[in-house]
């Protein structure tokens, strides 16, 4: 199924073929565990390093009108149905493209616990 796999550490964006299987959306974004972000397009889903904001020497990305927070790490977006099954994605590589922001490789996130 059509995906879009986003890359910080290269800064591309580019079509990916998805299997549908949920084990190659590891592979595909190099992580053990990852987490799934909806974006706001009403559809598509972005998939991440559940543990990304931990690893050494990461990169980061934003996409300022679907999700409102700094991403870490490779991220792959997939459509989603009603069910929440795995579909062709919606949004295409141009339209992030146009979106993304790389954040720059000092920038990390600061996380302040009350």
């Given at each position: 199924m059509k995906a879009i796999l986003i890359d910080p550490f290269t800064r591309t964006v580019s079509?990916?073929?998805?299997?549908?299987?949920?084990?190659?959306?590891?592979?595909?974004?190099?992580?053990?565990?990852?987490?799934?972000?909806?974006?706001?397009?009403?559809?598509?889903?972005l998939y991440l390093d559940d543990e990304g904001l931990y690893a050494p020497d990461q990169k980061f990305f934003?996409?300022?009108?679907?999700?409102?927070?700094?991403?870490?790490?490779?991220?792959?977006?997939?459509?989603?149905?009603d069910m929440g099954d795995s579909t062709d994605c919606l949004i295409s590589v141009e339209e992030i493209e146009d979106e993304i922001k790389w954040v720059g490789d000092s920038i990390r996130p600061v996380y302040v616990f009350s």
């Open positions: 079509e990916h073929n998805h299997s549908g299987d949920w084990r190659d959306i590891s592979k595909a974004i190099r992580c053990s565990l990852f987490c799934v972000v909806y974006l706001n397009n009403m559809g598509d889903t934003r996409l300022p009108s679907r999700y409102p927070e700094m991403l870490a790490g490779r991220g792959l977006i997939l459509g989603a149905d």
